[in-house]
């Protein structure tokens, strides 16, 4: 049934059976400390705050049975998908691949690669990862989302103005509407947040949508 999401620059009309949430890149390696945040010079403290709203509407996304895909950025152990421009970029700390106390960052399958306890996938709900920062490049989510004839993203997680808002644009490029989760979203750099969602909705809502968590449990716990 037809449902009406309170949205910025516009409410946002969505059926849930065609509707998927995908958070983004909520891995300990960018949230606690010792990861690929902190090794990138960031107070990864700042994405702390997304976390309960991200629940929320994780919660409420199990609840309505929609579709829940999350994503991990990482790539594999021996680099050969790690582009050298990614890997010599910057002076990190520590390297992706160089040793951690959450294991090599940004390496699939070590400790700091899993997405933070709190928002642990269930069984069923597909893990997709990605090299990059856009969640459709190299990936099969298309072919996931095709499959389940989705038309609508509800997009949260981190960082707001990076892998978030890289997803957004390959997502709207692709002709899915997108509604962002402003508060279930988060960056190292505040002003960067503000702007990246002002961004997605600026034009008439150029990119996509933004909402806030309290709107998409509203939406999906108020029925038809
Ligand atoms: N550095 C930063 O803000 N983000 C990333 O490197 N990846 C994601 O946003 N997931």
Redesign the pocket.
């Known amino acids: 049934m037809p449902r009406v999401l309170a949205a910025e620059p516009s409410p946002l009309p969505f059926d849930p059976a065609s509707t998927a949430l995908v958070i983004?890149?909520m891995q300990r390696d960018?949230l606690e400390l010792g990861g690929?945040?902190e090794s990138?010079g960031?107070d990864v403290s700042l994405l702390a705050a997304a976390v309960p709203p991200a629940q929320a509407v994780l919660a409420a996304a199990r609840r309505a049975d929609l579709l829940v895909v999350h994503t991990r950025?990482g790539h594999r152990p021996d680099l050969t998908d790690a582009p050298p421009a990614k890997l010599a970029r910057g002076a990190p700390a520590a390297r992706i691949g160089d040793p951690g106390p959450m294991g090599r960052i940004l390496i699939r399958g070590e400790p700091g690669h899993a997405i933070i306890p709190d928002l642990a996938p269930l069984p069923g709900e597909p893990v997709v990862d990605k090299p990059g920062?856009g969640a459709f490049y190299a990936t099969d989510l298309a072919n996931i989302l095709a499959a389940r004839q989705i038309a609508t993203l509800l997009v949260c997680g981190?960082?707001t103005e990076?892998?978030?808002h890289t997803t957004v644009r390959e997502a709207n490029d692709r002709g899915y509407r997108c509604a962002v989760i402003g508060d279930a979203c988060g960056?190292?750099i505040p002003a960067f947040h503000e702007a990246g969602l002002a961004m997605i909705k600026a034009q008439g809502g150029i990119f996509g949508w933004v909402t806030a968590s309290a709107a998409v449990v509203a939406a999906l716990d108020g029925g038809p």
């Open positions: 983004i890149d960018f690929f945040g990138l960031n950025e920062k981190v960082t990076v892998c978030v960056s190292y």
